[in-house]
């Protein structure tokens, strides 16, 4: 990567703080910068899907262990720094947390600094706010704590000695928060009841902060190395000691969201799944984008013969849509044929299902006809007697079923396709979906067409994975995915009531709750 023509002399770094983990606690500030950068160096604790935010090339420099990864020594880091912004690029060093909190981020700004770089520091929450949240806990509850204090149990190794008086710690009136404490809870139990904290003193752990596999241990300083040690923890993690423990109880509303704990498989075009992804988070649970299609732009003499098409509807009765990419598409072309929503002035508008209409209202259109079921089937049953002896044009992508014209034509209509998208299939499930389904750690897929289940299908065998392991369940957005799963050899764990995403997380939740509770 090298300075392209134009750009300055030396680039900009800006050291931005993620966040703990769920990706809607970055801050507007950091979120901007990654839309303005040619690179992103994240460290390993930044959730992946913040890259989405990213225009420019990303890298993972972790400074922790974490899955086989090797550690990136923190001069290699700041040497990249360095280099990068000599190169003219503008670089984001995207970092757990807050850059400053136990982030090292005083260390790149000293080195960036010393080479003449200029840097902006951009504050993020830190891991210990967000994890006391998220659990239920306030550091200082008037009737608990009036003071807080953060302290590293992790310093640095070249240091003769230790900065920490446990002595003082012990003292402290108020609560105290260990950072990267798991592995040490013992030593650091042990320590602050010598120097004479009672073991009667409320403590506890807090793992994977914000994210839907957080886990929370609590106890006592004298009770609580055993309970974390049977609870099998894994890190990043936090080590709270104090009172403000026991004001927990019915606070802990990150826990009680519907999708809690679950990870979901979105097989949604990866430019399109943004929504979903979103909708899941808000959820507690854990997105995991795995494309099964990719949405694609005809070709460029198809789009000359669409455009002139659009440029004249006269004669054109009815339109019908039956995806939101159509209706995206459909008026992308309309506009390249010098046209606007005008020209539908004489045309009637039926939608299949209530996303599509949604997304025919964006362009100020509304549907005159949107059938109470998302199918085809319906739809004709819809229109009944209205299509009889007109010109209907069906706005469709490549492929896909072939009901709604025949049925059409069944009915009197005079039907024309216009092809504005192509629907293909991805490439294939990526080597951390494979290991997530292998592993069980991958609690749900999500289908939301016949064309997804298919492939999933095809994609499943061709992996070895067949049949689906039982760890992992499918839900279907609608009668006919499911239809077209079963027909694959699929097993449905759970369809939606009404056929839109929120509809299928909804599904899934009720199904997973049922289970827990018998």
């Given at each position: ?17 993620a966040g703990p983990g769920d990706p809607g606690l970055i801050t507007v500030r950091a979120a901007e910068v990654l839309g303005q950068a040619d690179l992103v160096l994240y460290d390993g604790l930044v959730n992946p899907l913040l890259l989405r935010l990213a225009r420019g090339r990303c890298e993972r420099t972790s400074r922790i262990r ?360 991805a490439a294939g499930l990526s080597a951390e979906v494979l290991e997530r389904v292998r592993g069980g750690r991958l609690d749900w897929i999500c289908l939301s067409s016949p064309a997804m289940a298919r492939r999933l299908a095809e994609l499943l065998r061709e992996a070895g994975l067949w049949p689906l392991p039982e760890t992992t369940r499918l839900a279907t957005i609608s009668p006919l995915t499911t239809g077209a799963a079963v027909e694959s050899g699929l097993a449905v764990s759970a369809e939606a009531v009404e056929s839109t995403w ?17």
């Amino acid at each position: 990567m090298t300075k392209s023509e134009g750009q300055s002399a030396a680039g900009r770094v800006w050291l931005a703080g993620a966040g703990p983990g769920d990706p809607g606690l970055i801050t507007v500030r950091a979120a901007e910068v990654l839309g303005q950068a040619d690179l992103v160096l994240y460290d390993g604790l930044v959730n992946p899907l913040l890259l989405r935010l990213a225009r420019g090339r990303c890298e993972r420099t972790s400074r922790i262990r974490r899955e086989g990864a090797s550690i990136v020594p923190q001069e290699e880091i700041n040497r990249r720094l360095i280099e990068a912004a000599r190169q003219g690029l503008n670089v984001v060093r995207l970092k757990g947390g807050d850059p400053c909190i136990f982030g090292r981020g005083g260390e790149e700004a000293e080195a960036l600094r010393q080479a003449g770089i200029s840097f902006e520091i951009i504050p993020g929450i830190t891991a210990a706010t967000a994890a006391a949240e998220y659990s239920g806990i306030s550091f200082t509850d008037r009737h608990a704590s009036s003071a807080v204090a953060f302290v590293t149990a992790h310093e640095d190794p070249l240091r003769e000695g230790s900065r920490l008086c446990f002595r003082a710690l012990a003292q402290f009136p108020g609560t105290l928060v260990f950072y990267m404490g798991l592995n040490r809870v013992s030593e650091l139990c042990s320590r602050l009841q010598e120097h004479g904290l009672a073991g009667a003193t409320a403590a506890a752990v807090i793992c994977r902060a914000t994210l839907p596999s957080q886990q929370l241990v609590t106890g006592t300083l004298s009770t609580l190395p055993e309970l974390v040690s049977a609870a099998g923890l894994q890190p990043p993690s936090l080590v709270v000691v104090g009172d403000c423990v026991q004001q927990r109880r019915g606070l802990s509303w990150y826990e009680q969201l519907p999708l809690f704990g679950l990870s979901i498989g979105v097989p949604r075009a990866e430019d399109q799944a943004g929504g979903v992804l979103e909708q899941i988070v808000r959820g507690g649970g854990e997105p995991v984008p795995m494309p099964l299609l990719s949405i694609e732009s005809i070709g460029a003499e198809e789009s000359r013969c669409l455009q002139q098409r659009l440029a004249d509807l006269s004669g054109v009765d009815w339109l019908i849509f039956t995806s939101s990419n159509g209706v995206r598409e459909f008026f992308r072309h309309l506009r390249l044929a010098g046209r606007d929503a005008r020209a539908l002035g004489g045309v009637r508008v039926a939608c299949v299902g209530s996303s599509t209409a949604a997304s025919l209202e964006e362009w100020g259109v509304v549907a005159d006809v949107v059938p109470q079921k998302f199918r085809a089937e319906s739809l004709v049953e819809a229109l009944g007697g209205q299509v009889a002896g007109r010109r209907v044009v069906w706005v469709r992508a490549s492929r896909g079923r072939d009901v709604l014209p025949v049925q059409l034509s069944a009915a009197g209509a005079e039907v024309e396709q216009l092809v504005v998208y192509r629907n293909e299939d991805a490439a294939g499930l990526s080597a951390e979906v494979l290991e997530r389904v292998r592993g069980g750690r991958l609690d749900w897929i999500c289908l939301s067409s016949p064309a997804m289940a298919r492939r999933l299908a095809e994609l499943l065998r061709e992996a070895g994975l067949w049949p689906l392991p039982e760890t992992t369940r499918l839900a279907t957005i609608s009668p006919l995915t499911t239809g077209a799963a079963v027909e694959s050899g699929l097993a449905v764990s759970a369809e939606a009531v009404e056929s839109t995403w929120r509809g299928l997380l909804a599904a899934l939740h009720f199904v997973n709750s049922s289970s827990k509770s018998t």
